[in-house]
C-alpha cells in the first residue's frame, strides 16, 4: 500500500513537468512566430500644401510622374530608356500634387523647401521606410511589378542575405542581436500582402552599410538610373539622367530620411538658380553636397550588377 502510495505522487510530479514543458514549448514557437512574421500596414498619410517661397527651375506643376514634372536644362534631353527598365519605371512613376508639404509616415507633414517632387508611394505605420529602406523599396518594387521575383534579395547589415523567393515559400529570418538564421515558421503566401511584410523585415535589418556591402564604387562618369551615393549615415540614388550635344550629363536624385517620408527628389540649391539637376562635373569633385547632406567620390556607388 505505501508503495502504491508513493508512486502517485511520483507520476503526478512527471505529469505537471510535462504539461510545463509543453506549456513552455508552446510560448517559444508563437514567440519565434511573432519575430519572424511582422504585418506590414499602411500609414495614413497627410497631403498639405507648402506654399515655396522661391522657384525651382525646370519643374512642371501639372505634371503628374517624373518625366511630365520635371524636365531637362535648357540644350539637354533625357538619355532614352528602353521599355521595362528601372529608368522608364521611374519615370512613369506618380507624383503627388506639387509644392507639398513631405507626408510623415506618422500622419504629420513636414515643411522641405528642397524637394522637387514628391513619390506617390505608400509608407509603413512603424516609420521604417527611412534613406536605405526607401531605395530598397523602390528597387524591390520594381523587381515585384516586373515579375523579377529571384531578384528579390537584399543584405541584412550583419550580410546575411533576406530572399523574398524563399520568403514566400514560408523561409523567415530569426534575428538576435547580430545574429540570424532561416527557419520554416510560416506557410508558403505569395499574396501582395506577405510581400510588404517581407519588406519590412528587410527595412528592419538593412541600412546603408548593407547597401554599401553590396555595392561598388563607381567614378562619377559611368553614373546611370540607379547607382546611389552612400557613406555610412545616408544614401540618395539617382533616379533620372540627361545629356546635351556635348556627351555632359546632369541627374536627379530622390532620397528619404529620418523620420520615414515619402520618397522626393532633391534640388541643388548653391549657384545661381535652384533646380533638381545636378552636373557630372559637380559629381567630379572630391566632395560635394547633395540636398543637405555631405559625400565624397568614393561613395558613388552601383548596387550589384546595377541596372
Known amino acids: 500500500m505505501k508503495k502504491n502510495g508513493a508512486e502517485k505522487p511520483k507520476g503526478r510530479g512527471r505529469l505537471i513537468r510535462i504539461l510545463l514543458l509543453l506549456i513552455f514549448t508552446a510560448a517559444l514557437l508563437t514567440a519565434v512566430y511573432i519575430r519572424t512574421n511582422p504585418k506590414w500596414k499602411a500609414a495614413e498619410l497627410t497631403v498639405e500644401p507648402a506654399g515655396r517661397f522661391y522657384d525651382i527651375s525646370c519643374v512642371e506643376p ?57 513619390f506617390d508611394i505608400s509608407l509603413g505605420d512603424e516609420g521604417y521606410q527611412q ?73 528592419r535589418y538593412a541600412g546603408t552599410l548593407s547597401l554599401q556591402k553590396e555595392s561598388e564604387v563607381i567614378p562619377a562618369k559611368e553614373l ?10 545616408h544614401v540618395v540614388m539617382v533616379v533620372d539622367e540627361a545629356v546635351n550635344e556635348k556627351g555632359e550629363k546632369c541627374y536627379l536624385f530622390g532620397q528619404s530620411f529620418i523620420p520615414a517620408v515619402c520618397f522626393h527628389i532633391l534640388s541643388r540649391t548653391e549657384g545661381s538658380e535652384v533646380t533638381p539637376w545636378f552636373t557630372q562635373e559637380e559629381l567630379e569633385k572630391d566632395s560635394f553636397v547633395i540636398g543637405t547632406f555631405g559625400f565624397k567620390k568614393e561613395d558613388i556607388r552601383r548596387w550589384k550588377e546595377g541596372f
Request: glycine share 6%.
Open 224 to 233: 546611370r538610373v540607379g547607382d546611389i551615393v552612400c557613406n555610412d549615415t
Open 62 to 118: 501639372a505634371g503628374t510622374s517624373l518625366e511630365t514634372r520635371i524636365v531637362p536644362p535648357e540644350g539637354f534631353e533625357r538619355v532614352p530608356a528602353a521599355e521595362g527598365s528601372f529608368s522608364e519605371y521611374l519615370r512613369k512613376y506618380p507624383l503627388l500634387p506639387d509644392d507639398i508639404k513631405l507626408p510623415v509616415y506618422d500622419g504629420s507633414a513636414m515643411d522641405y523647401s528642397n524637394a522637387a517632387a514628391v
Open 131 to 203: 534613406c536605405a529602406d526607401s531605395v530598397i523599396r523602390l528597387y524591390s518594387d520594381y523587381f515585384y511589378e516586373t515579375g523579377q521575383l529571384d531578384r528579390i534579395s537584399f543584405m541584412f547589415s550583419n550580410g546575411d542575405e533576406c530572399s523574398y523567393d524563399r520568403w514566400r515559400r514560408g523561409k523567415r529570418m530569426l534575428v538576435l542581436a547580430n545574429i540570424s538564421c532561416e527557419i520554416p515558421a510560416a506557410l508558403p503566401d505569395d499574396s501582395h500582402q506577405q510581400y510588404m511584410n517581407y519588406l519590412k523585415e528587410v527595412m
